[in-house]
Structures are given as C-alpha cells and as structure tokens.
C-alpha cells in the first residue's frame, strides 16, 4: 500500500511541476529553455534529445526534444565595371553602423510522456542578436506554437472507493472530471526570453505558458496550462589552452509550484571532448559526457539517480544527445 501511495504522489508531481520538459544536457543547447539562446551558436544546426526518468515504476516520464536553427545572412551585393579590362568582384564601402542586429529562424518537437498524460508540442522559434559593445550581447527570443495534450485512461489506476479490490465504480472527482471534459485538448503555447552573455559570462531568463491563459479565454478542458520561468547564470574559467570548466545555476519555477534549483559543473578538454556533472536539489545527481565526431556531429549522454526516497524503487535516468551542424 505504502508503494502505491509512493507511486501515486510521484505522479501528482509530475502533473504540477512538470509540464515544461526536463533536461540534463542543457549547456548543449540553451534553446530548449530560452528561444533567445539561438543566438550563442551561429552554425545551422538539427538536434535531439531524449530522456527517460525515474525507470522502475512504469509508464515514467519520457521526453524526446527535436530542436533546429539557422541564423539569417545577408547576401553580399558584388558590382562589376563592363568598361573595365579586368572582371574582377568589387565590394562596395557600407556605411558604418552602430547596431547590426543578428536574426535567428529555427522550430522545435517535442513529445513528452508522464503517466497517463502526454502532449505533442509544435512551435517556431525567432531571435535577435544585438552587439551592445565589443565585450557583451543581448538576445531576445520569441516562440509560438500548438500544443496538444492528452489523457489516456486505459493508464491511469484508480482503485474503487469503496472495496479496492474491485474495479473502479466511480466516485472520485478529479478522475472523473477528466473524463468529462474530455480527452484531449488543443491549444496555443508561447515562450519569451532574454539572453546577456559574453565569451565567458552568460545570463538567461524566459517565460512559458503551455496553453491559452485563462485570463483572455474561458478554460475549455480540464488541462490547466500554468506559466512557467526559467533563469540560468553561467561563467566559463580558462583553467589552461584547451582546457575549459564551466559551472552553471538553473533555477525553475511552475506557478504554484516549488523553484527547483540545478547545478551543473562542466568540463572541456581541446574544444573536442565534455564531461560534467549535474545536482537537482533534494531529487538527483548524475554525470555526463559527450564530444565532436567531426566537425558537424556531436554526441553526448548522461545518466542520473534520485537522491531522495524514490532511490529504492528507482533505476535511475538516461539521456542522449544528438546534433548536426550544416
């Protein structure tokens, strides 16, 4: 009894402080958490991240992330003299300008898994690089997206009332509410965030809302959608040549729901290979590793425990990482 307590409180959980996915890899690719973050990583890129949480229980959390960007180049106009002996490009002088902003297109999938709830999310993302000296930058990000969520109750165990060893009959008014308000939901989802960051400094805060805020429409589905934020501060210690360590504060917030703080401590070595670790107050601890097959694949994996109770039902997390740059 006490187990299936467990497992029921570990899945309430996750209906109120995981709607927004959860990652290890992060430094890998900040625009997970923050559209702005396109604007650190100038390269065209395609990447992929899956996660499988908590393993033991069934049916636990699963995330697959396909996140993809390019930056936006201005063609360079080149004049030819027809008069002149020669044929050769000329580039004409451009006027000086002060602010040259930097434009960022890119979209991301992603599908998560918890219990018997799941949603597919669709967006696009945009970002502008604005050089505010030779040393610092600012980026601000926008994505805008469908959202559509589900509840499967052929997953969700409900034990009767009034005799648990019966099949369920009825009565419980949260199971039932889901079921009359029907299984799924469509709805908008968005996300806004601020970039500041140099060569070795970066700070990062952003909002998100799953779906439609109640606020402008009347809610039309039991999936209540909540804001969330997210901050990160990061700095990157030049140890010695190629050889880089990078510690990182992650501080993220449900409305209604606790902060949950991570650290993370990352090491690279000649540019090619990382390796970290990773803390999630009073959750989990794990490590990572990863490096660059050439020059346009990038690999990693990382793997977590709980640090909590859940520790002794547990088998721990995996994560891989994927990405392609063109």
């Given at each position: 009894?006490?187990l ?5 409180t570990?899945?309430s959980l ?13 430094p890998?690719?900040y625009?997970?958490y ?38 936006i ?14 044929q050769?490009?000329y ?23 918890y219990?018997a ?5 669709v967006?696009?993302?945009?970002a502008?690089?604005?050089p ?27 034990l ?49 809302h ?39 504060i ?20 000649n ?29 990693g ?19 891989i990482?994927?990405?392609?740059g063109?």
């Amino acid at each position: 009894m006490r187990l299936m307590t467990l497992v029921f409180t570990i899945f309430s959980l996750s209906l109120l402080g995981q709607q927004m996915p959860q990652f290890r890899q992060i430094p890998m690719n900040y625009s997970v958490y923050n559209p702005s973050g396109m604007a650190m990583n100038k390269q065209s890129n395609i990447s992929l991240l899956a996660r499988w949480q908590m393993l033991g229980f069934g049916n636990e959390p699963r995330t697959i992330a396909c996140i993809g960007q390019t930056m936006i180049k201005k063609k360079v106009k080149t004049i030819f003299n027809p008069g002149s002996r020669i044929q050769r490009e000329y580039e004409p002088l451009q006027k000086k300008k002060n602010i040259v902003l930097q434009h960022f297109v890119g979209g991301q999938v992603i599908s998560d898994n918890y219990g018997a709830f799941k949603y597919l999310d669709v967006s696009g993302s945009y970002a502008a690089n604005i050089p505010i000296n030779k040393t610092w930058k600012l980026s601000a990000g926008l994505r805008m997206g469908l959202r559509n969520n589900v509840f499967s109750p052929s997953q969700a165990s409900v034990l009767n009332l009034n005799d648990p060893q019966l099949p369920y009959g009825g009565g419980d008014a949260t199971y039932d509410a889901y079921l009359a308000n029907g299984l799924r939901a469509l709805s908008l989802s968005s996300g806004f965030g601020l970039t500041l960051f140099s060569k070795k400094v970066i700070f990062s805060g952003a909002i998100h809302h799953g779906g439609i805020p109640n606020g402008l429409v009347q809610q039309t589905s039991f999936f209540d959608q909540q804001y969330h934020w997210n901050a990160l501060v990061g700095y990157t210690f030049k140890i010695a040549n190629g050889l880089d360590l990078q510690p990182i504060i992650v501080a993220k917030q449900m409305n209604h729901g606790p902060v949950s703080l991570e650290a993370t401590l990352m090491t690279t070595i000649n540019y090619i290979f990382w390796a970290g670790i990773n803390y999630q107050y009073n959750a989990s601890a794990g490590l990572m590793a990863g490096m660059e097959v050439s020059d346009n694949l990038k690999i990693g994996y990382a793997f977590d425990f709980s640090t909590n109770r859940i520790n002794r039902f547990s088998n721990g997390g995996h994560e891989i990482y994927l990405s392609y740059g063109f």
